[in-house]
């Protein structure tokens, strides 16, 4: 059985950090990439960072990301990480962990936070007091 859970949210002060993971099961990190998602209240889920495990490559939204997060991944504990720093109210969200296909990440030339998922997580929530 496929399965994705995310652990790590909670509340945190602005300015503070938090390390999001995610962990798969039912497939590996080699077959397919993980992105990290978020959703605020009364918006729509926007990609957030994609890793493809196999040779690491990364991608970032950065009009999101800032230069403050960084994702990664752990092939042996079949995890991925999203280690965010420098927290704002705005980071306010369920952030969610989603699966694609390598064989679809790879052949993509769009952003590989526009494709279609295989595989969500439930979600973690993030919440970041002023």
């Known amino acids: 059985e496929v399965q994705l859970v995310e652990s790590g949210g909670g509340l945190v002060q602005a300015g503070g950090s938090l390390t999001l993971s995610c962990t798969v099961s039912?497939?590996?990190?080699?077959?397919?990439?993980i992105s990290w998602f978020r959703q605020a209240p009364g918006e729509e889920r926007k990609g957030v960072a994609c890793i493809s495990s196999i040779d690491s490559a990364t991608y970032y939204a950065t009009s999101i990301v800032k230069g403050r997060f960084t994702i990664s991944s752990d092939s042996a504990e079949n995890r991925v990480y999203l280690r965010m720093l420098s927290l704002e109210p705005d980071d306010t969200a369920v952030y969610y962990c989603a699966a694609v296909r390598q064989a679809v990440f790879r052949a993509t030339v769009n952003s590989p936070l526009t494709l279609n998922y295989d595989y969500w997580g439930q979600g973690t929530q993030v919440t970041v007091s002023s």
């Open positions: 039912g497939f590996t990190l080699d077959d397919y990439a």
